[in-house]
Antibody
Framework: QVQLVQSGAEVKKPGASVKVSCKAS????????FHWVRQAPGQGLEWMGW????????KYSQKFQGRVTITRDTSARTAYMELSSLRSEDTAVFYC?????????????WGQGTMVTVSS | DIQLTQSPSFLSASVGDRVTITCRAS??????LAWYQQKPGKAPKFLIY???TLQSGVPSRFSGSGSGTEFTLTISSLQPEDFATYYC??????????FGGGTKVEIK
């Protein structure tokens, strides 16, 4: 079964960093890319960045540039998103998703989401 | 960056109604558009790609159309399970795939 399973909820203090994982199963990781999407409470979906599962190339939204780092470990079949200098506005659910050539690069598989709460 | 504007942001409808949601792009994106459905507390569910191609398993009451800068998602006969928030996403500028602001469909 093709799925993405994310790590559990986190509570962090302002200024700290958080690292969220996204483990892939049921498909060849290096043939696909991962994207990360943020959703603040009651708000819409916000694209954060991308990593090519094969060569590890990355690209980030300007909004998060300098604060976000996306990596992957092919042997662990896992992608990671680290967000630093956390502030209260970063309280959100973070999703990983896979894009697919067979669906016009749309996000056909999503993780279940990871809630990150930033609070002093 | 390509901006997507959805309208309306909120709509109230009854079971059986025909519902249409519009997504406008700030520049032409050919047919590189996807639609997603999201229910509270859940990850988005992929519905449509290439503006009009239904993902496998998506009910045929959903349809998409458009190209260039204007796109629509239509639900021909709204069902109870369709009450959710819908998002469009542009797939033109890989990999920077921005989303529209969302349209919440609620029960009248």
């Amino acid at each position: 079964q093709v799925q993405l399973v994310q790590s559990g909820a986190e509570v962090k203090k302002p200024g700290a960093s958080v690292k969220v994982s996204c483990k892939a199963s049921g498909y060849t990781l290096t043939n696909y890319a991962f994207h990360w999407v943020r959703q603040a409470p009651g708000q819409g979906l916000e694209w954060m960045g991308w990593i090519d599962g094969g060569n590890g190339n990355t690209k980030y939204s300007q909004k998060f540039q300098g604060r976000v780092t996306i990596t992957r470990d092919t042997s662990a079949r896992t992608a990671y998103m680290e967000l630093s200098s956390l502030r209260s506005e970063d309280t959100a659910v973070f999703y990983c998703a896979r894009d697919s050539h067979s669906t016009g690069m749309a996000f056909d598989i999503w993780g279940q989401g990871t809630m990150v709460t930033v609070s002093s | 960056d390509i901006q997507l504007t959805q309208s309306p942001s909120f709509l109230s409808a009854s079971v059986g109604d025909r519902v249409t949601i519009t997504c406008r792009a700030s520049q032409a994106i050919s047919n590189y558009l996807a639609w997603y459905q999201q229910k509270p507390g859940k990850a988005p569910k992929f519905l449509i790609y290439d503006a009009s191609t239904l993902q496998s398993g998506v009910p045929s009451r959903f349809s998409g159309s458009g190209s260039g800068t204007e796109f629509t998602l239509t639900i021909s006969s709204l069902q109870p399970e369709d009450f959710a928030t819908y998002y469009c996403q542009q797939l033109n500028s890989y990999p920077m795939f921005t989303f529209g602001g969302g349209t919440k469909v609620e029960i009248k």
